[in-house]
Every structure is written in structure tokens, then in C-alpha cells.
């Protein structure tokens, strides 16, 4: 990748952290740690890779995303409002009545939100049916979904898998945020969904596994997805909960807990000096 | 009523979804490995390309159906009412409606009679589920007339339609040049002074027999049928409270949150009479024969005669 746009999509990345972080805090309730495992792959997403217009939220061409981990909707209305979509300002409005942020994506209020989501396991169905959309109309664009890894334990997304890979959605492209975390604790200890990348191989699915955050990583993935016919590619990607937090970082407590006054200006901070930092690169 | 004509609605469905598959190119019809049953099957032979197997996974099917509508398609989802309405609740409710997605539910096997299968195939929950889901609109139609023109009127409508289909043939009853379907409009199919049977569904024919076996008594009772059960009628079931003053509902449904209970909460706000219900009293089905089935939980002519009786008893 080029050096000023990856140093660009990295700044796109703090940005997101820093507004989801506003929006949690503001609330006063929200996701933090799993939004902030996504907010690489989010800046590539919508400030790379996929064919979106701001202006025009409905465009009938345009590729779509799904946010199957619903709940982590703070990081993906942080890449919304950066992208354009509504003003930043919205984001301390989040959760709030009267307002559009609500607490999981809802398509009927949000520009920009493709699908209506939160109940896991639902939004790589709802992908699907986007895909096979696509593929019946003879339309070009295409579809992205990103899941959870403790979502895997829902038995829906593994019908999803077995749908995909029968109508052979070569079009859409999901990403799983390996962070290994969930609510309770470890996912190995919960109810392990390992191994990721076996079960999707098995499900016939074109599997990448990646380190989500490495924008370079995250590039190669999703330029290789688009090469390969006849089969639909997932990126299992490691990577670390709370990321660019240190004090969030691969604590499950911090999985849908919102900062204090203390840990909001401590996490900021750290999020400027990584600003700053890239400033200087 | 002698030698009527008798289809199973489900048939209906499946010959509505040829016809207006020819007219509106954007129709995808879905299924779950059922489509012999739920006679999407006769689609998939005119529309191979538009009609879409899941396989043996409901939930996966409704969020599907989800995302199809979310790109413009007109979009049947079929299954039987227990696993369309009852396994995938949930789907329906945050895939399709609370996104308000153009997606109709062709729920086949509703109701008791489908028999032999028993109590696990067997669904007298599936209106009272869908009447809680904000926006959706549930039409039980009564015969092969009206089923057609739901499904018709299920297309032109946009927003979620659950639409209510059974396996058990039954009579056509609704064809006459006037009839007229509109969602939401109830329609009295015989005027009368001393009762209202309101019915819906396969109990709307046994609501007509109903009233010949009360006229021998001198009894002269109304009969509306109710094909959509939400948004309901309110104004035709006001006006037959307010005028014959007592009220029986029937239903192939758990009288608990099926049309029994939506006709109460009009009645005890409009005008409140007494509303005796006739349907399945909150039990499981069990295997049969269709009919024997019906008969045993009391899903007939006679019982319904019986409880309307019992309704102008309690007319103060």
C-alpha cells in the first residue's frame, strides 16, 4: 500500500476509535472493545475499497456492508459520519432519544446503514440474500459483512455458510474480528468456535487468514477475495480487542462497559498521541 | 352449499404466485425445502431462476429474505406457519420488521388441519405472533378467491404481509361478480339482526352453515368474515356489536391472541357486548384426519351455532 494513504487510512482508523469512544462515553453505555477491534478494517473499507457515495446513501450500485456484530455500531457510524454521511456531530447523540443513533444499526434512520442489525447471527444472513441480489440482477457491486467470533456460536451464521457457498456468492466477502473475546470471558472457554478458518474451509468457503491490523494485510485479503470465482471468502482476522486503548486492550470486561470521566480522557490521550505519532511518521 | 368446489388454499397460493410471477418481473419466491407442500414448487417450474430453495433453515431464509427486499425484490418467504412464524419469530421480527422490509410470508399448513403430522407441525400460535410484530399486516384468507387476491394484494402493498395458508381443501365461497378484496376491510356476507358469527379463515364457510342451523331456530344471525386479522376491521366489528348486540368469533387458532382476541379489544373499546370464541381453547393438536381433528377441538358448524346461543343468553 502507499505510504500517504496507509498513513492516512491510519488516521481514519484513530478517528474511528476516538468517535466511538465519544459515542460509548457519551451515552454512557455502548460496545467499546469490539469496536475498536474493527476500526481498521473500517477505514479501508469505506475509505479504500468499497464503491459508496455519501451523497447519495441509496445509490442502487453501490457496494453494501453489513454489520452482523450489530452492537458494535459505535465504530461503524464513527466511519459513517467521517465518511460524510451525517455530521460528526451526531455522535454524541448516540443511544439518545429523539435521536438516529441508535443502540444497533437501524436502516430506516441511519444514511449509510445498508442493513438493520444487532441480533447476531442475522446480518451474514441478510448479506447473503444482498449477494445472491446482485448475482440474479446481473449487478456488479458488492457486498461486505463483518462478524464476531463469539457470533459464530450462533447456529444461523452457519446456515448462512452453507447458503452462500451453494449459490456461490463469489460477491460477497465476510470478515471475522478474531479478538477471542466475548461478553463472559474467552471464547475458548464460553463455547469455542475454533477452529474459524477449518469450519468455513469445510463449509466451502475461500478462507484468508490475516493480522486486522495490518492495512496491508487487510488490502491483500480483500483484492485476493475479489479474484477468486465460485465461492464466497472469509478474512479471519487476529486481532486485539480494546485495540489503541492500552487499558482496554484484550479485557473482556470492556466488551460493552463505557468509560469514566478518568479512563475517557486517558484513552483519548493515548488516541492523539497515536495521532500525533503518525503526524510526525 | 351442496357439491362446492373445494382447494386448499395452499394451491391457491402457489397458482397466485404463477400468476402475478408473469407480471412483476422482481417476484423471488423462497422456500425451505418444502415447496411440494407449500406448492411454491409450481413456481419453481415456471420461474426456475426466481425461486430460491434455503434448505432445511428458516432463520437463514428470513434474513435472506431481508436482504433481497433491501435491494428492491418483491420477496415471498415460504414454509410451514410453525417454522415460518415459529422458529424464525425472531428473523421476522428484527430482519423484516423492524426494518419494515417488502417481504411476504407464505406460511402454509396453518391452523389443525393439517392433520395427521400432529401437535409439532400443527400451528394455532402463528397469528397471535405476528399480530405483536409493529407494521405487519396478517391475512387468513377463506378460500381459493380470496387467497388469490391476498397474495395479489400482498404485492402491491410494500412493507411485511404474513400471509396464512392451510393444506385442507375448502369450499369457494367468494365467487360472486361483486367480491372485493380490500386489506383491512372485513366483509358481511349476511346481514342479521340477533348475532354476529365474525370468522376467519376455514371457519368462515362453517360460520355460513352456522347460520342456516340457527335460522331453523328462528335465530338470525350476521356473518363477517375477517380476512385481515391486523390492521382489523375495527369499524365493521363496531357496528355489529352496536346492532346485534352479541358476538361469536371462530377461528383454526389458539383463542388466546388469535381473532377472538383482537375482535374482544374492538369490542370491549367500541362497544362492549358479550364475545364468545370458538377455536382451539389453548391446547396442542393432535394427530387425524383433518376433519376429525377439527371436530374434536369443536371447530364446527354446530359448536359455533352453540356458542352463539350462548352469546345471546349473556346479552344483557
Given at each position: 500500500m502507499d505510504a500517504t494513504v496507509k498513513k492516512e487510512l491510519s488516521a481514519t482508523a484513530v478517528n474511528i476509535r476516538k468517535h466511538a469512544l465519544e459515542a460509548v462515553y457519551s451515552a454512557k453505555s455502548g460496545h467499546p472493545g469490539g469496536s475498536l477491534s474493527i476500526a481498521d478494517v473500517l477505514a479501508y473499507l469505506y475509505f479504500k475499497e468499497m464503491n459508496i457515495d455519501p451523497k447519495n446513501p441509496k445509490w442502487d450500485e453501490r457496494d453494501r456492508f453489513v454489520l452482523s456484530k450489530g452492537h458494535c455500531a459505535p465504530a461503524l457510524y464513527s466511519a459513517l459520519a467521517l465518511k460524510g454521511y451525517f455530521p460528526i456531530d451526531e455522535i454524541k447523540h448516540?443511544?439518545?432519544?429523539?435521536?438516529?443513533?441508535?443502540g444497533h444499526p437501524d436502516m430506516k434512520g441511519v444514511?449509510?446503514?445498508d442493513m438493520s442489525t444487532g441480533s447476531l447471527g442475522q446480518g451474514i444472513s441478510a448479506a447473503c440474500g444482498i449477494a445472491l441480489s446482485a448475482k440474479l440482477s446481473d449487478k456488479s457491486y458488492r457486498t461486505y459483512t463483518i462478524l464476531g467470533d463469539g457470533e459464530l456460536e450462533e447456529g444461523q451464521v452457519w446456515e448462512a455458510a452453507m447458503f452462500a457457498a451453494q449459490y456461490k456468492l463469489d460477491n460477497l466477502c465476510a470478515y471475522v474480528d478474531n479478538n477471542g473475546l466475548q461478553i463472559d470471558g474467552n471464547i475458548e472457554d464460553v463455547m469455542s468456535p475454533l477452529p474459524i478458518p477449518g469450519k468455513f474451509k469445510e463449509f466451502g468457503w475461500n478462507v484468508i487468514e490475516i493480522n486486522g491490523h495490518d492495512l496491508d494485510e487487510i488490502e491483500m485479503a480483500y483484492s485476493q477475495a475479489k479474484t477468486v470465482k465460485g465461492k464466497p471468502t472469509v478474512i479471519v482476522a487476529h486481532s486485539v480487542k480494546g485495540k489503541g486503548v492500552s487499558f482496554m486492550e484484550?479485557?473482556?470486561?470492556?466488551?460493552?462497559t463505557a468509560p469514566n470521566d478518568e479512563q475517557y480522557a486517558l484513552a483519548l490521550k493515548e488516541l492523539d498521541d497515536a495521532l500525533a505519532k503518525l503526524e510526525v511518521e | 352449499m351442496a357439491d362446492v368446489k373445494k382447494i386448499a388454499t395452499r394451491d391457491s397460493y402457489g397458482d397466485a404466485l404463477v400468476e402475478f410471477g408473469a407480471v412483476y418481473q422482481d417476484i423471488l419466491v423462497l422456500d425451505a425445502d418444502l415447496s411440494t407442500a407449500t406448492k411454491t414448487a409450481k413456481f419453481k417450474k415456471k420461474f426456475p431462476d426466481r425461486?430460491?430453495?434455503?434448505?432445511?433453515?428458516e432463520c437463514n431464509m428470513m434474513s435472506v429474505a431481508a436482504g433481497l427486499a433491501s435491494t428492491g425484490k418483491i420477496v415471498f418467504a415460504s414454509s410451514f406457519a410453525m417454522f415460518a412464524a415459529g422458529r424464525a419469530f425472531e428473523q421476522v421480527r428484527n430482519s423484516i420488521g423492524y426494518p419494515h422490509l417488502n417481504v411476504k410470508i407464505g406460511a402454509t399448513h396453518a391452523g389443525l388441519s393439517v392433520g395427521e403430522d400432529g401437535a409439532t407441525h400443527q400451528c394455532c400460535e402463528d397469528i397471535g405472533l405476528m399480530c405483536t410484530i409493529p407494521g405487519m399486516v396478517i391475512i387468513n384468507p377463506a378460500d381459493d378467491i380470496e387467497a388469490r387476491a391476498a397474495v395479489e394484494a400482498a404485492i402491491k402493498y410494500n412493507g411485511p404481509v404474513y400471509l396464512r395458508f392451510g393444506r385442507l381443501p375448502v369450499s369457494v365461497?367468494?365467487?360472486?361478480?361483486?367480491y372485493h378484496f380490500e386489506i383491512g376491510r372485513g366483509i358481511e356476507l349476511a346481514s342479521g339482526k340477533d348475532v354476529t358469527i365474525i370468522a376467519t379463515g376455514l371457519m368462515v364457510p362453517e360460520a355460513l352453515k352456522a347460520k342456516e342451523i340457527l335460522a331453523a331456530e328462528g335465530i338470525n344471525a350476521r356473518i363477517v368474515n375477517i380476512h385481515t386479522i391486523k390492521p382489523i376491521d375495527r369499524e365493521i366489528i363496531a357496528k355489529a356489536a352496536k346492532e346485534t348486540g352479541a358476538i361469536v368469533t371462530a377461528e383454526e387458532h389458539n383463542i388466546i391472541g388469535g381473532l377472538g382476541s383482537a375482535v374482544c379489544e374492538v369490542v370491549a373499546e367500541e362497544c362492549p357486548v358479550p364475545v364468545v370464541r370458538v377455536g382451539v381453547e389453548d391446547a396442542f393438536g393432535k394427530s387425524g384426519t383433518a376433519t376429525a381433528v377439527l371436530e374434536y377441538y369443536g371447530l364446527t358448524a354446530e359448536n359455533i351455532a352453540k356458542k352463539a346461543k350462548k352469546a345471546i343468553s349473556l346479552k344483557k
Open positions: 448516540f443511544r439518545s432519544l429523539g435521536h438516529m443513533l441508535q444514511p449509510g446503514v484484550n479485557k473482556a470486561e470492556w466488551h460493552g | 425461486h430460491i430453495n434455503c434448505g432445511i433453515a365461497i367468494n365467487d360472486k361478480p361483486d
